[in-house]
Each structure stands twice: as C-alpha cells, then as structure tokens.
C-alpha cells in the first residue's frame, strides 16, 4: 500500500507512506517522486489529515449499554449512579455472554470512530469475577483489530467491599494489566489513603501498571491524588501511574495547588481527564455559581505533565450519552479547560494520540514513523484546526497495512442562488 499525498499531523506539507508487509517502510516528502518499495494499492488522499489512531485510555466496557435498567440514575451524580449499578448486579443476572456481547458493539463503536487503543475499567468487586473474565475473553477475540488493556477496577472499594482486597489480587494474578483503586469511595480517609498504598504494593509486586479513579467528587479535601503521586515517586513507578478523573483538584486552592504541582512533576504521573462525563456528573450539590467539576487540564499541560481525555462511559448508569467519538470529547474538553487558544486547538489532538499512548505506556511502538506497525486513521480535512472545528468522519483506520474501516463522508446539495 502507498498513502500519497497525505497531511502528517503536526507537519508542513504533504507526504508518501510507503507500507510493505505490514510495516511503515518508508516516509517521502511527496515532491519525491521515486518508485518506492511498497504493496501494490496506491491511496491519493489529495492533503487528507493522517494521524495514528486514536487511543480510549479511560473506559468502563462491562457498563456499557445498560443505561435504565434496572432504573435510570436520576440525580445524574456518581454515588447514584454506583447505586444503580449495584442494584442492577442483584436484579439482572447476565451472562459472560451478555458482558462479552455489550463490550464487542461499544469496541465497534470505538473503531469506527478511529480508535484502535483502548484501555479498559472492569469491576471486580464481584465475587465470580464474570465481569474480568468476559473481557479477558474479548481482549483475545478483538487483537487483531483492537489493543485492549484491562484495568482490574474495584468499584465498591478495597476495604469498603468484602474481601475487596483479595479479589484485587486474583484479579491480577488472572491477568489485569493494571491495577486500579476508588479511594474517594473508601468508607474513611485512613481507608483510602491505604487503598492506594495497597494497590501500588500490588503493581510493584507483580509488574502491572496503576489507574486510580481519584478524588472523582467536588470536596476540596479529597486529597488522594497527593499520595498517588507521593507512593509513586518513592517507587519509581510514576510513569506507570495514572490518576484519573481528579476533579476535586477543580476546587482545590491555589495555594495547595501550587505546593502539589511540585510532587506531580517530581512524581511523573500520568493523568485522564474526561470531560463528557464530568461535566455531566459533577457539581450536582452546588446550587450557584456551579462548577465545572473538571481538572486543571491547562495547568497540567503546561506544566510539562502529560494529560490525556476518555470518554468513561457509553449509556451507563453514571452517563447517558456517548457513542465511543473522543472527537466530541475534545471539543466538549477544549470549551470545558478554556483551551481555545489557536495554539491549544491546533494541538488539541495530542489528548487523543500521543499523550493517550503514554498513558497506556505504549508510547515506544506508537505513531507513524518508519519501522513502525502501519496502524494509522485518515480524516476527511486538510488541517488540524478545521478537524476540531468541523469534526470531519474517519475516512480510513489502517491497522498493519490493512484498511480495517472505511466511511464514506455525507454529502449535502443546496438547492439556492448561488452568491457569486
Ligand atoms: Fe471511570
């Protein structure tokens, strides 16, 4: 296959990707008109936008489609919402099949939306495990269309829930590639703080990465993220560590913030910010001013801290909405960060490619380069400011050379004068 003509993302003019046998073999400014070296089909994208795929680093896959059953989560908060959920594992019994078969059509949704990384949430707080089982299941069955990474996601907490802690560690030893932990929902602060100690202790322990669902409440005391960052950094692990949703730091003072920014940066922690569903669930016990309930996206940034968006949920009990498009989350999160600065906008797609790939700790065989997979999305648009102004369709998702997704744009006739 040879892509001619294409628009690299975050690169001057336009370009020929040579693929043979799977691979990226050759990159050539498209001025060079040399044979090359590739598989026979030649693809003239005429300026078209080419990025690596897009990566999902924050979901919740044996939630999805179960939004209203058994009842809908009214008050739109989160502890509503995991009442929902906890209620609907007493009254719904679904099979393995069931996980598996609601998991594959949100996986769908995903890649046709250019995604091809996903790293997933699965809830072990059930004594069978079904949940972890079904999607060690799935992550077999989709590799050759999607990476998926499991995050072994106690949802009714390491100490709030019976024996949550040992079945943590099955969860691990099954094979979850992280650990994750839900300290705001501990029953007490030392419960917490100890949460994340203990699931640290366990990623050291067996060589697994970490995601925290952290401090995910609008309490400006909740302070979980500090002892993430202060137990990763005194294991060396930060960049294997992630914190995600952090949106009491929306509350936080500035003084403390600027005190904690220093430990984040020494701690090299990774952060997920989801602003879909935290616009949706947080500030829902403010009257006004009503905040955001978002993290400090643009603080982050420019501090050097690596920041990525996920969508969390699609038609959950703790969001409605969502069809696995992180285009519609970046814009929702540029307007949400006050990150419409020209410079913010043309860059805006990092939170969705780069800094997602980092999170997942795959960053080494991530992105169009030579040697590199051939795994690559085309968009319908020739710029990265007119692919978040007008969210153009994934024309392509190429994964090893082959083209795995192809969507052919709208078109619309206007039947009027014509000004001219
Ligand atoms: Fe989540």
Redesign the pocket.
């Known amino acids: 296959m040879m892509l001619k003509n294409a628009k690299l993302y975050g690169q001057e003019g336009t370009w020929n990707i040579e693929v043979l046998n799977g691979k990226i073999e050759k990159i050539n400014h498209s001025s060079n008109t040399s044979e090359g070296n590739y598989d026979h089909q030649i693809i003239d994208l005429e300026g078209k936008l080419v990025l690596p795929p897009f990566v999902e680093p924050?979901i919740?896959l044996d939630y999805v489609l179960t939004a209203g059953t058994p009842r809908w989560n009214q008050s739109g908060t989160l502890f509503e919402g995991i009442q929902c959920w906890s209620e609907r594992k007493l009254v719904v019994k679904e099979t393995k099949e069931d996980i598996k078969n609601r998991a594959l059509k949100a996986l769908e949704m995903q890649l046709k939306h250019g995604i091809q990384h996903v790293r997933t949430?699965v809830d072990i707080t059930d004594p069978s495990l079904m949940g972890l089982k079904a999607l060690l299941e799935v992550k077999e069955e989709v590799k050759s269309w999607m990476d998926l990474q499991l995050v072994a996601f106690p949802q009714e907490g390491i100490y709030a829930y019976p024996k949550g802690d040992e079945l943590l560690e099955e969860a691990l030893i099954m094979g979850a590639d992280v650990v994750g932990a839900i300290p705001h929902y501990e029953m007490t602060r030392e419960d917490g703080v100890q949460s994340v100690k203990k699931a640290l202790e366990l990623a050291y322990k067996y060589g697994k990465m970490v995601d925290v669902?952290c401090d995910?409440i609008d309490d400006e005391q909740s302070r979980f993220l500090e002892v993430v960052a202060a137990e990763a950094y005194k294991l060396g692990i930060g960049e294997l560590v992630t914190a995600?949703?952090t949106t009491a730091m929306g509350s936080y003072n500035d003084a403390y913030t600027y005190k904690l920014f220093k430990l984040l940066k020494q701690s090299k922690i990774n952060f997920v910010a989801?602003p879909k569903?935290n616009l949706h669930l947080q500030g829902r016990f403010d009257s006004y001013p009503n905040r955001r309930g978002i993290t400090r996206v643009k603080e982050l940034l420019e501090s050097n801290i690596n920041v990525c968006f996920g969508l969390?949920?699609i038609m959950d009990p703790?969001y409605p909405l969502g069809d696995g498009n992180l285009m519609r989350v970046v814009e929702v999160g540029l307007h949400a960060c006050h990150m419409t600065g020209y410079n913010d906008i043309v860059t805006a797609l990092n939170l969705i490619t780069t800094n997602g790939a980092k999170t997942l700790n795959m960053q080494a065989e991530y992105g169009i380069k030579e040697g590199n997979k051939a795994n690559f999305i085309v968009l319908d648009t020739n710029s990265e400011y007119e692919a978040i102004r007008c969210q153009p369709a994934v024309l392509y998702s190429i994964r090893n050379g082959e083209i795995i997704v192809e969507t052919k744009p709208a078109e619309t006739k206007m039947n009027i004068p014509v000004f001219s």
Do not use: G, M, R
């Open positions: 924050h919740h949430h669902h995910e995600s949703h989801l569903a969390d949920s703790w």
